[in-house]
Structures are given as structure tokens and as C-alpha cells.
């Protein structure tokens, strides 16, 4: 049996590779929703979004910082920039299981300031 972490992981990164319905197929329940405000709250909304991403954003760079499981609860604490010349990006996906698959989703992003006091960053 695979862990939710390593389900959640793996989601993104097929999904980032440009391989979307084959990570929802594979990973996501029918009945899934999220709460992304750019899309409707079902599943094919945002498939066809991040196809859409994954052909205009196709030299994207992504790497997964941290990943924090708590119950049916995933999140993936990720660095992704879109394209060379773009600002890099700090990524949360919260996951919620409900067995082995995604049943709903959460997301937040946040650009790299290029001029910010903190020494810390992001990461």
C-alpha cells in the first residue's frame, strides 16, 4: 500500500510533468472537489486548467520542499517557477483523503519577492 504522502508527491509530480489525467485517473476520487476561486469547484474544471498550464507552462521547474501528514490530511510544501524568465513560487497543496484517493483539494501560491528583508526566504 502506498502512503498518502507518497500518493500526494507522486499527483504532483505527474501533474507538473504535464501528465494531468493520468494523475487524476490514477489518484483523485470521481467525486472530488476543490477550492481553487480561478476554476469551478469540480474535477473537470480544473483538469482542463492545468492542461491548459501544462502546455503554456511546459519548461516549468518544481521541487518539493516539505510534506506534512496528519490523519486524511496532506500538504505538500513545494518551489515551482513557470518558466525561466518568471519569478519562482512558493506552492501549499492541502489534500484530504478520504481512503487511498484525493478527495479534495486546497491551494495557495505565493511569488518570490525579488527585494525582501527576510534572509530566511521562503523555504
Given amino acids: 500500500m502506498t502512503s498518502r504522502r507518497d500518493v500526494a508527491i507522486n499527483f504532483e509530480q505527474l501533474v507538473v510533468s504535464g501528465q494531468v489525467r493520468s494523475a487524476y485517473d490514477r489518484y483523485v476520487s470521481p467525486d472530488y472537489i476543490h477550492h481553487n476561486p480561478w476554476f469551478e469547484g469540480d474535477r473537470e474544471s480544473l483538469i482542463l486548467g492545468l492542461e491548459n498550464s501544462a502546455a503554456e507552462f511546459a519548461d516549468k521547474e518544481y521541487e518539493v520542499q516539505r510534506v ?6 496532506v500538504a ?10 518568471m519569478p519562482e513560487m512558493a506552492i501549499v497543496h492541502i489534500y484530504r483523503f478520504e481512503g487511498e484517493k484525493i478527495a479534495e483539494e486546497w491551494d495557495l501560491a505565493q511569488p518570490l519577492p525579488d527585494d525582501s528583508p527576510n534572509a530566511h526566504g521562503l523555504f
Fill in 68 to 73: 506534512l501528514e496528519d490523519g486524511d490530511l
Fill in 76 to 85: 505538500v510544501h513545494s518551489r515551482l517557477r513557470p518558466m525561466p524568465q
